[in-house]
């Protein structure tokens, strides 16, 4: 029994060292289904504040049209911490015949500069609307020190052949089909995917590295991934200033239509894969209505829902929808797991469980 408890101990130890590098997660909570992204306080305002919420660009050029739209529904994937939690971004791939438009949405993300490696992570659906055999790109890092600049590194673009393949790259800033570095494998449309961008500091003058995995093991460390998985930007363009404090993460709307959510921003590779163990830990049975039976999990529920399934370091185990009075099959290791359960109306109810 001993060894179990420092067991536990150590395991939970980890889990919080992870999550206390998580610097930020976004899953779109909060917003009314249909509606923008952005907040309406114009972004040259010197009193609003930036780290509240997303906002339009400050680049003139790459404000026409509109916010990306919040959707209900997030993307979901496989062991992925944030997969279906909470609802998704909507990328507008506006007309496909239409290359001069763009709409930049940022999020601030980080005041302390990069001194390492920056990482996010998030889930990405491409989809049928979007621009044909053009590489278009809807995602990067932005440095700026102040309230008026914008300084875009770490592009990540999709092109959308004519079979419907879908071929994933990176650059440090170029837009250069010959510069950018695309992963070596093709994709689908309207196919979910998991992907980690980093920005790595490296000693030097334009000698950053910017890294794209698409479906990354997430059980491997970031040096052990396959070669096939992963591309590598040679572009040798400016690198974000040992100065630059400021580092905002950007949806781009440039002629590629996607569904995006789950997003979560870290300093470390192994806190992208890790939930919240201290809300893991301080969870307490909020109900009688949740109890379980060797490896049965039984919901006295009165109305349909959601359950989600949760292990010691909030690792997501199970999310699955359910009817009223549901019997679930567990089918997990010996363990401490936290139920939560969320009813149509809102509600919720939470248990520990120990198998």
């Known amino acids: 029994m001993m060894k179990k408890l420092f067991t536990l101990i150590a395991i939970l130890s980890l889990g919080i060292a992870a999550h206390a590098q998580v610097v930020f997660t976004e899953n779109f909570t909060g917003y009314t289904d249909g509606s923008n992204l952005e907040a309406p306080v114009p972004a040259e305002d010197a009193s609003y504040d930036f780290a509240k919420d997303w906002y339009v660009t400050f680049s003139q050029d790459n404000r026409d049209l509109v916010s990306p739209i919040v959707k209900a529904g997030a993307l979901t994937y496989t062991d992925y911490v944030a997969s279906g939690v909470g609802n998704k971004a909507v990328l507008a791939g506006f007309s496909p015949d239409d290359s001069g438009t763009a709409h930049f949405t940022h999020r601030r993300v980080i005041t302390d500069g990069i001194s390492d490696k920056l990482f996010v992570s998030f889930l990405v659906n491409v989809k049928d609307d979007s621009k044909r055999n053009s ?22 673009f999709a092109k959308i052949d004519d079979d419907g393949g879908v071929i994933f790259g990176v650059s440090k800033n170029s837009t250069s089909g010959s510069v950018i570095a695309n992963v070596n494998n093709t994709f689908a449309l309207n196919t979910t995917y998991l992907m980690v961008v980093v920005y790595e500091k490296v000693a030097g003058e334009r000698t950053d590295m910017i890294r794209l995995y698409v479906n990354p093991v997430m059980a491997e460390t970031e040096a052990a991934q396959a070669a096939d998985v992963q591309a590598v930007s040679t572009d040798l363009q400016s690198d974000f200033a040992e100065t630059e404090l400021f580092i905002a993460i950007v949806l781009r709307q440039r002629n590629i239509a996607a569904d995006i959510s789950g997003i979560r921003v870290s300093k470390s590779w192994d806190a992208l894969w890790a939930g919240d163990p201290v809300a893991v830990r301080n969870v307490e049975n909020t109900t009688a209505n949740i109890t ?7 919901l006295n529920n009165a109305q349909d829902g959601a359950v989600a399934i949760f292990d010691i370091t909030g690792r997501q185990m199970l999310n699955e929808k359910v009817g009223v009075n549901a019997v679930l099959p567990l089918n997990l290791p010996s363990s401490v797991y936290v139920v939560k359960y969320v009813a149509n109306d809102g509600s919720v109810e ?3 469980i120990i198998l």
């Open 350 to 352: 939470t248990a520990k």
């Open 135 to 156: 590489q278009r790109d809807f995602f990067s890092f932005d440095g700026h020190q102040g309230n008026t600049s914008y300084f875009p590194r770490g592009r990540v």
């Open 292 to 298: 379980f039976n060797g490896q049965q999990l039984m």
